[in-house]
């Protein structure tokens, strides 16, 4: 019913600058939050940044002042800017959204993207 397609990712040196897009589909009505999480090889799935339907940002403390989280309200887009990006940004970063309301009344508690691996390295 809802399909959430990124974009984006691959492999950058460290201080270079990646950009990831998520675009959800599927008769979508509302979204109440949405946003990145990521998962490094061994790790738990952490969040990195999430925009609430309000319009706040979390971030995760170790990516602030180098990521920024931004949103196309009617393309129902998040994108993730990254830069300065550091070796330990390496991991698979998934999109997120959660709490939809679909146009046909259907009420869909969180979807997931399929992922897309972000690796930096010299």
């Known amino acids: 019913q809802v399909h959430l397609v990124q974009s984006g990712g691959g492999l950058v040196q460290p201080g270079g600058s990646l950009r990831l897009s998520c675009a959800a589909s599927g008769n979508i009505e509302m979204i109440n939050a949405m946003g990145w999480y990521r998962q490094a090889p061994g790790q738990e799935r952490d969040m990195v940044a999430v925009?609430?339907?309000?319009?706040?940002?979390n971030y995760q403390d170790s990516v602030k002042g180098r990521f920024t989280i931004s949103r196309e309200d009617a393309k129902n887009t998040v994108y993730l800017q990254m830069d300065k990006l550091k070796p330990e940004d390496t991991a698979v970063y998934y999109c997120h959204a959660a709490g939809l309301w679909l146009t046909t009344g259907v009420f869909v508690e969180g979807s997931w993207g399929k992922g897309t691996l972000v690796t930096v390295s010299s």
């Open positions: 925009f609430s339907r309000t319009g706040s940002i």
